[in-house]
């Protein structure tokens, strides 16, 4: 506001100057900036993968020239963070897939005539488990991944069993 005398009494309707706002612009909520479609983001940003195994493949070369335990433990850190993002990513991008041939198949049986369905979240999961077994199978790591469910659910199962204390 202006600076006004205090001897002059202030006017019922003073002259104001107006000061823009700035409007802030969220692009994850904001029509302007598009729909979110993840495969043509992977497709448009599919060069940043090539630059990241190439990053990846230095971490690894500095690891291995190493000497300092700080340096060295830092560095591993960050190679396993690396891994295991690229091991989300690929996951991401399996389950992407699956849920694009169900569509497809879903697409092909209305075009024939027959009423779509759609499978819940629990038959999903069923599916998603059963391919998960299949693969340890082929890998061989079957036998160690069920002895190790096993032993999670008899830890689990030990912790609801009433104490000897308590008895």
Known sequence: ?????????????????????????????????????????????????????????????????????????????????????EHAQKKQQKLRERELSLKRQQRELAKQGKKPFFLKKSEKRKLELAEKYAELKRSGKLESFLNKKRKRNAIKDKRHLPSQKNL
């Open 1 to 85: 506001p202006l600076e006004m005398s205090a001897k002059k009494p202030v006017p019922f309707l003073r002259q104001v100057v107006s000061v823009r706002k700035k409007v802030h612009r969220d692009p994850r909520f904001d029509d302007l900036s598009g729909e979110y479609k993840p495969e043509i983001f992977m497709k448009t940003y599919s060069f940043l993968d090539t630059i990241k195994k190439q990053e990846k493949e230095m971490v690894q070369k500095q690891l291995k020239k190493c000497r300092n335990m700080e340096e060295k433990e830092k560095l591993q850190r960050l190679l396993n963070r690396m891994t295991q993002q």
